[in-house]
């Protein structure tokens, strides 16, 4: 057991070391395993949305395949490989081919700002050895906002490029939509941000150390950025774009196979990045409040990464529970509603949190509480 | 005239127009369900009895002396889906001197309407209550004398409520 401990410590400890080929390496190495994460999660997150679905309608959900049925993803996916993949004659090829790869591209890069625990001490000079693809980025709100828009492009390009009216019907909805609900979205995010006086996702994570956790100080900023979150995903009740008994399937009735496949996945980890986000604004990040007074963890030990770890997905997997359980119980928004609750009431509301933080902000300076 | 009524029961209150209070009644409705038994019939392992009244797949009744049926013929007039063929042949051998010596269903064609059991004058074609009716090939969904014959203590129910009911 030593033996591999220390084994597995050296690696780490070569890893870690700042040169330009051990970053390279540390980052592709990190990039895959983020990479095979979030496509277990996203097929587990298949399983569960079915099998929740089927407890809150009285039904079994899937059971045949493996226990539980838990094999059920991975014959869905056998299914999607061996199925014949048509695209449509008048199709523009090339940007048919390429709005799946750019959704779930953009769904998956968006994970490597995201941190699910912090580091640990390796090798004698107790180097630091990160648990995110980017650790450090000082701009990391930023990114992720950024990536979120380039999202959008996708779903647009898969219904412009269609040439199906239907398609470029879903395409445009989630276009407005997405757009629309960016916005009230990066302002209910001003909040955290002014609480945590930073960008950096690290700051923003210890801003809310031992249980001062964003959605105790901005309920109506977490309100908003959820409900954001549920348009920027496409999820029901404002799964708009794909709104199966007006557009047929919306951007992605012209898709089959594993094309299709991969529309449907980027959904799942679209589900699971916003998840991680949320839980990194709103929800402390990877803090257990008890971690350090009750169990005496100290930072940089593996022990406190792994509870780290375990909240963090704790968290998340909480969020996605709630995902897939709105999904079941509300009807979908007609287009008008779905434009008049953006624009007429998540906008004012963001911007009076603004307002409203600011001056307590303030107030509190003032006073010399904060 | 467009009429629209707007009485003050109809309105909404301030905390159903807030949106927020309704949907949390809603998800604690769904998550009520969750718990509860669901209502799936695990089909190959549990199957459903039907009862007497329910119209199955059509067979000829088999007693211990032989089958009933005497190749009248009436049920291949009446079928609507012409899916009953009959040939008779002679017998002296037994008090029934015709009977059927080819009688073949095809059930792709069958719609279960019931007609062949109605005019049947002897009862000897009676609706079963199978219901999983398979076959791989279209020559495998005719089905012979061998298929048909059922032994008339299978039939019971049936006949009784035949006899209630017809």
Not at chain 1, 231 to 244: G, H, K, Q, V
Not at chain 2, 86 to 96: F, G, H, I, L, S
Request: aromatic share 12%; net charge neutral.
């Amino acid at each position: 057991m030593d033996s591999i401990a220390q084994t597995i410590d050296a690696v780490l400890y070569w890893l870690a070391q700042p040169n330009i080929l051990n970053i390279l390496v540390l980052s592709v190495a990190k990039g895959g395993l983020v990479l095979n994460i979030i496509l277990v999660i996203a097929a587990f997150l298949v399983w569960l949305e079915r099998k929740v679905s089927a407890w809150m309608q009285y039904r079994d959900g899937p059971n045949r395949v493996g226990p539980f049925g838990l094999l059920q993803p991975l014959a869905d996916v056998l299914k999607l490989y061996t199925k014949e993949d048509i695209s449509p004659k008048n199709a523009d090829k090339f940007f048919h081919r390429l709005a799946p790869v750019i959704s779930i591209a953009i769904a998956i890069s968006i994970l490597c700002v995201v941190i699910p625990a912090t580091y640990i001490y390796v090798g004698p000079e107790k180097l630091k050895f990160y648990f995110s693809v980017a650790p450090n980025v000082n701009v990391g709100m930023l990114v992720i906002l950024a990536l979120t828009s380039i999202g959008v492009f996708g779903v647009t390009l898969a219904g412009w490029s269609s040439n199906n009216k239907y398609s470029l019907m879903g395409g445009l909805r989630s276009s407005a939509q997405m757009i629309s609900y960016e916005l009230s979205m990066g302002l209910a995010l001003i909040g955290v941000l002014m609480i945590a006086g930073s960008l950096d996702m690290n700051n923003i994570i210890t801003s809310q150390a031992n249980g001062k956790w964003n959605i105790f100080f901005q309920p109506l900023g977490f309100i908003i950025f959820l409900v954001a979150s549920f348009a920027e995903t496409n999820r029901a009740p404002f799964d708009l774009p794909e709104a199966e008994p007006e557009l047929v399937g919306g951007y992605h009735t012209e898709y089959s196979g594993m094309k299709f496949g991969l529309f449907y996945l980027a959904e799942y980890a679209n589900m699971a990045t916003s998840s991680a986000v949320l839980t990194t604004l709103f929800l402390g990040g990877y803090d257990a409040p008890f971690a350090k007074e009750l169990l005496g963890l100290q930072d940089g030990t593996l022990l406190m990464v792994l509870v780290q770890f375990g909240t963090f997905f704790a968290k998340v997997f909480a969020l996605l529970f709630f995902f897939i359980w709105v999904r079941w119980t509300l009807p979908r928004f007609r287009y008008d509603q779905l434009m008049n609750l953006g624009w007429k009431v998540m906008l004012p509301l963001s911007l009076a949190n603004i307002l409203v933080t600011g001056g307590v902000m303030l107030l509190l300076k003032q006073f010399g509480i904060l | 005239m467009n009429v629209t009524t707007n009485t003050a029961a109809q309105r909404l209150t301030f905390w159903e127009k807030l949106y927020l209070p309704e949907i949390v009644k809603g998800l604690v409705s769904t998550l009520k369900t969750m718990a509860k038994p669901s209502m799936t019939r695990r089909y190959p392992e549990e199957r459903w009895e039907p009862l007497g009244s329910y119209r199955g797949r059509p067979v000829l009744v088999q007693e211990e002396s032989g089958e009933r049926c005497v190749a009248c013929g009436l049920c291949s007039r009446v079928c609507p889906a012409l899916a009953i063929e009959v040939r008779a042949a002679e017998t002296m051998e037994r008090d029934k001197e015709r009977y059927p010596d080819l009688f073949e269903i095809n059930m792709l064609r069958c719609i279960y309407c019931g007609f062949c059991e109605e005019v049947c004058p002897e009862e000897a074609i009676v609706m079963s209550k199978d219901y999983d009716i398979v076959f791989h090939s279209q020559e495998a969904a005719i089905f012979g004398k061998d298929q048909l014959l059922t032994p008339v203590a299978r039939l019971q129910e049936r006949l009784e409520f035949l006899r209630q009911y017809k």
